[in-house]
């Protein structure tokens, strides 16, 4: 077994060194590593904003339309099971559904079976730029892993499993 390379010591680390200076009496712990995956968070946030303008989307839109198109063909949900899947209020989801109309993204359709719920369908428009969105997405993703081996993505996934079950139970 090889003995582990000293990590290159970053902002987070003069952070915590500094708060350790001056508040001795606390525990800054914690802030190792939720520092760094807020600042994680703030470059992934980049790294989806520029993959989402490449396709003319923001994030909400990228959001209701990936749900669509996660949801198999033909790619429609109801307006209800949009609201569960991004956990929003049903009437912002609404207001996202006739922006995406008017866009010609999604297509809005009363179910045949029940009369009383509305089936949003992605529309052929629609499923071009979630695809797109997401394949450029997921290059910039890989970009912000690369320092990382694939054993190491694996472990990162799971720890990070862990620390968000509790918050994530239904």
Same mark, same amino acid.
């Not at 606390?26 to 590593?33: H, I, K, T, Y």
């Not at 922006?99 to 009363?110: D, E, I, P």
């Not at 890989?142 to 190491?152: F, H, I, N, V």
């Given at each position: 077994m090889t003995a582990r390379q !000293? =990590?290159?010591p970053d902002q987070v680390d %003069?952070? *915590?060194a500094a708060w350790r200076r001056e508040r001795p009496d606390?525990?800054?712990? !914690? @802030?190792?590593?939720l520092s760094r995956v807020s600042r994680l968070a703030r470059h992934l946030d980049l790294a989806r904003r520029h993959a989402f303008d490449q396709w003319g989307l923001v994030a909400w839109e990228f959001d209701v339309l990936s749900a669509l198109r996660r949801s198999g063909d033909p790619y429609q949900l109801s307006a209800g099971e949009l609201v569960r899947q991004t956990l929003v209020t049903s009437g912002t989801m609404t207001n996202r559904i006739d922006? +995406? *109309?008017? &866009? %010609?993204?999604?297509? &809005?359709? =009363?179910s045949e079976s029940d009369r009383r719920t509305v089936l949003i369908t992605l529309t052929p428009l629609g499923r071009e730029a979630v695809d797109?969105? +997401?394949a450029d997405l997921v290059d910039d993703e &890989?970009? @912000? @892993?690369?320092? @990382?081996? !694939?054993?190491?993505c694996d472990d990162l996934a799971g720890l990070l499993r862990r620390l968000l079950a509790p918050f994530e139970q239904e």
């Open positions: !000293p =990590a290159t %003069g952070i *915590v606390l525990d800054v712990s !914690p @802030l190792e590593v922006r +995406l *109309v008017s &866009r %010609g993204m999604v297509a &809005r359709a =009363a797109g969105a +997401l &890989r970009d @912000l @892993l690369a320092g @990382l081996s !694939p054993r190491e």
